[in-house]
């Protein structure tokens, strides 16, 4: 999984994902920011399911939802599960790599410990 984290010239924590991955950068981005309490329980639940004491994990937030389980880590934004947003269009194929993206649990907690590093220094 190949990605760019960083701060922009106000400051601000951003992350860019190779496409297919672009959920990813703002799950960080928009739900995670610089919030590091969140950040270790989502690093303890990572844990937690490499040491086999959890199944899985599952953490709502207002755009994306974020689920683990031993072998993937998944983020959905909220807004594909809302039936008022369906569109009857046949031949259309909508891009929705920002809104839904997949991972290795493994790859997911690089990502983690490198946000981690960023958002302490």
């Given at each position: 999984m190949d990605y760019t984290l960083g701060r922009d010239e106000l400051g601000r924590c951003f992350a860019e994902f190779s496409m297919g991955q672009e959920a990813f950068g703002r799950w960080l981005a928009e739900e995670l920011g610089e919030n590091a309490t969140l950040l270790n329980q989502v690093l303890d639940a990572v844990g937690g399911l490499q040491a086999r004491r959890l199944r899985e994990f599952r953490l709502?937030?207002?755009?994306f939802c974020l689920e683990l389980d031993r072998e993937e880590a998944r983020v959905r934004a909220n807004s594909l599960d809302d039936d008022t947003l369906a569109f009857d269009f046949e031949d259309?194929?909508?891009y929705d790599d920002e809104l839904e993206a997949g991972c290795g649990l493994d790859d997911f907690r690089d990502v983690l410990l490198a946000w981690r590093e960023l958002i302490a220094g």
């Open positions: 709502e937030g207002r755009e259309l194929d909508f």
